[in-house]
Every structure is written in C-alpha cells, then in structure tokens.
C-alpha cells in the first residue's frame, strides 16, 4: 500500500514566472529515507524527455525545481514520475507529479483575415447582415483571457454615428443607420443630338464605393489585450436614383419634311402643319426603381424651319376626249396646282413635259391646255386611242432643285441634285419641286 506520505497532489504553476531561476516547486520525502539512504530522480516529458531540462530534482533532498518559465500555450500540463532508489533499486513506488499550468492573458486575440471583404446594397434595411469579422485567442477558453469582444473603432469616409454595428459577441457587422447611398454627388456630361447642334446635359452621379471599418477585438471580455483588423464594405448599387437633367431646358431646330431624322429623339414635323413644339422629357431606368424616387424632367423647345415642297395637283390624274379634228386654239383643261408653302410668296409655273408631237400647249401662268396643231388619231404617239402627255408643275422658291425624271406618275417622283436637262426649263436654279399630272388624250 503507497503511503500517504508519498502521495502528492497536482500542483498548480502560473506561467511566465519572473526569475530568478531555478524556482522550488516542491518536496517529496520517502517513507523510507530514515532506514535507507535514498537518493531521488524525476522522468518523463519536462525531466529526461523533451523539452529536458525543464524540471530538475535534488537527488538528496527531493526538492523539485523548476528551470525556466513555462508557457501554457506550449503545454498546459506536465506529468512527471518521481523515483525513489537506494542503490539504483526502487524502495518506493514511482508516484505521478502532475503540474498544472495555470494561464495569464500574455496573448492578445488574433484575427483570422488582416482584412475581412463584404457587400451590402445600398437598398438594404437596417439590420441587415454584412459581414462576420473572427478573431481567436491562445489563452485558456476556460477563462476571460480567451473571452473577445469586438467594436468598431473608426469608419472611413465618418458618417454622423456611424452607418454599421457590430454584435459584441458574434463579430457579426450590420446596417445601423438609414441612408446607405452609393451615389452621393453629381458629375454632369454633354453632347450634341445626332442631327442637330442642340446640347442635352445628363448628369450621373458620382460613387461611394466602399466603406472601411477599423474593428477591434478585445479579450478579458472586452478589457484585456487587443488587436484590429479592416472590414471592407462594397456598396452594391440598387436603382434608386433617377437620371438628372442639368439643364431643364433645350432647344432644336428641324428641317420639315425629313422624315425619321433623329432630333432629340423627336421625329421631323410639318412645318405648315405646325411651326413649333414644347415638349416635356421624362428620363427613367431601364431596370424599375427599388424605391419612390424623383423623376428628373427637361423642357425641348423643337422649332420646325421650312423646305420649299413642290405643287400638289387634284386631281393627280384627268382623262378627257377630244375630236382629232378639233380646231387649234381650242380648250382641253384647265389644270390647277397648289403649292403648300403657304408661308411663302411664291408662284405656281406650268409645263408641257412629254407632248412628243406637239398637238397641245399650256399657258404657264394658269395651267390652260388648249389644241396647238392639228391632232391626227392614226399617229404613231397614239396607243389604243390614248395620247399620254406628262404636266410640270414648279414654283419660283429659292432652294434645292427637286424634280421627276418624265415618269408617268406623281407616286415615282424622286430627289434629284438639279432638274434633268430634257426638262430644259429657263428658271431651271430656281426650280424646287415639280409635280407631275399624267393626262390621258382620246383621240377620235
């Protein structure tokens, strides 16, 4: 049966120990160093095993010593075996020496990243999760030393309170504050329309980014050793602003009649029709708005400028008869062509243009057609009893020469740099828009 005597509790030794060293533990005492001479040792991890040395023992007094400071991070405990020998022969039973390693706070708490990333929308509500910031500690997690708290010790770009929180315990950061805005001033740029010289400014908003958090973990519950790391927010943009005019107000100008030219995305108009527009443009997003937000409004002032447009006739086309023999001087028709330029103090002329034989003429000024010579049904300009003469109408207006090209029909007429030379009109610079009136002839 072991002796009391030879029984030894565990002992408990704080680490970082100040010197001077070596430092006394403890005393062991046989039962028998009173009958025998006894001599002690000490083995296991700390004596005769690594790390050796770190404890020792008197081998005639039994005192057991310790050599240096201990580290509990390194070892929290040390299990020793004490011997005692008389001439290297056991008198005793070798005994356990536990050594418990008692711990200071000698480690701040240590975070897991330098720098923690994370993303919230700027639509986000207030408590919304952001990010978990960890940090860890090497103490004892039986004891305060290892026990963190966290808190947020600067915020970068600073904000009235502070836009995020954190949970004290968790680490978790969320939104603390309404207001979150990505966008917060204004950068203005502007360009012209594609068909006019008119300027339209549009005004985006210039970003925040990102926010920076300093957070700071603390052990012994918030008043021990402490360390920091940087939370980076990323501020993810919702639509909740909506485009910016920075000027409310614009003006362009357009050529009537030019149908589908771009002019601030407006489509050409009617001069005669009318000669102005005042429009309000609303811009929106393509994507909905997360939220109620304010519309931003411009006034267009579009100003219609006038073309010259060639003489309409009504009816476009007129079939009338006439005798072969019918006298020269008499009346076919009468022709009568209005130029919508209503605007403008211009004439109306009128010309035979295809009267191949020369039957017919046409006084300039009224549009009269009367018999010039005799008309002969069997002639080889007649088809099917049919003579087919092609009327101009123009007008004495000052501006690009738009003509036909002796086509048969109004619907054909087409653009032309200057009038063709087989019209051979004397006014022919002067010459904007002809119009054709296609007349059908029976000859009988």
């Known amino acids: ?57 008197d081998q005639h007094s039994g005192v057991l010593y310790v050599t240096q400071p201990l580290d509990r991070e390194k070892a929290a405990t040390y299990s020793l075996r004490a011997h005692a020998m008389n001439e290297r022969r056991n008198v005793e039973d070798p005994i356990e020496l536990l050594i418990n390693v008692i711990d200071q706070n000698d480690n701040a708490p240590t975070f897991t990243h330098s720098r923690f990333y994370g993303g919230v929308s700027e639509s986000a509500e207030i408590g919304d999760s952001v990010i978990k910031v960890t940090a860890v500690d090497q103490d004892d997690p039986h004891t305060t030393n290892a026990i963190i708290r966290y808190r947020i010790t600067a915020q970068r770009p600073q904000t009235s309170g502070g836009m995020f929180d954190i949970d004290p315990v968790s680490g978790r950061i969320g939104v603390k504050a309404p207001g979150l805005d990505r966008e917060v001033t204004a950068m203005c740029t502007c360009g012209p329309s594609p068909s006019s010289a008119s300027l339209l400014t549009l005004c985006v908003p210039q970003t925040q980014p990102e926010y920076k958090l300093v957070v700071e973990a603390a052990d012994l519950e918030g008043e021990g050793l402490t360390s920091t790391c940087t939370a980076v927010i990323t501020v993810i943009d919702s639509n909740d602003n909506a485009p910016l005019f920075s000027n409310t107000f614009s003006f362009a100008s357009v050529l009537e009649n030019v149908v589908g030219a771009e002019v601030i995305r407006l489509q050409a108009l009617d001069f005669e029709g009318r000669s102005g527009f005042t429009l309000m443009v609303v811009a929106t997003n393509e994507v909905p708005f997360t939220g109620p937000v304010t519309t931003s409004t411009a006034t267009i002032t579009v100003e219609v400028l006038d073309q010259n447009e060639p003489p309409v006739f009504s009816p476009v086309e007129l079939r009338v008869s006439i005798t072969e023999n019918a006298n020269v001087g008499s009346s076919v028709a009468d022709l009568r062509a209005e130029d919508p330029d ?26 009269s057609v009367k018999v010039k010579s005799s008309m002969d049904r069997e002639s080889r300009y007649v088809t099917d009893g049919n003579y087919n003469i092609l009327v101009l109408a123009y007008d004495d207006g000052k501006c690009r020469a738009l003509c036909s090209q002796g086509v048969s029909s109004l619907t054909d007429l087409k653009w032309c740099d200057s009038v063709p030379q087989t019209l051979s009109l004397p006014q022919a610079r002067a010459l904007c828009w002809s119009a054709s009136w296609t007349r059908t002839t029976t000859v009988r």
Request: hydrophobic share 35%; charged share 25%; no cysteine.
């Open 1 to 57: 049966r072991v002796k009391r005597e030879w029984v030894i509790p565990a002992v408990n030794l704080p680490e970082n120990l100040k010197g001077p060293y070596p430092k006394i533990v403890l005393k062991i005492k046989s039962n028998n160093q009173n009958k025998v001479a006894v001599t002690y040792k000490i083995s296991g991890p700390g004596a005769d095993q690594a790390p050796e040395g770190l404890f020792i023992i």
């Open 342 to 367: 209503t605007t403008q103090k211009q004439s109306v002329r009128y010309k035979l243009h295809n009267d191949s034989v020369g039957w017919l003429s046409i006084d300039k000024d009224s549009g």
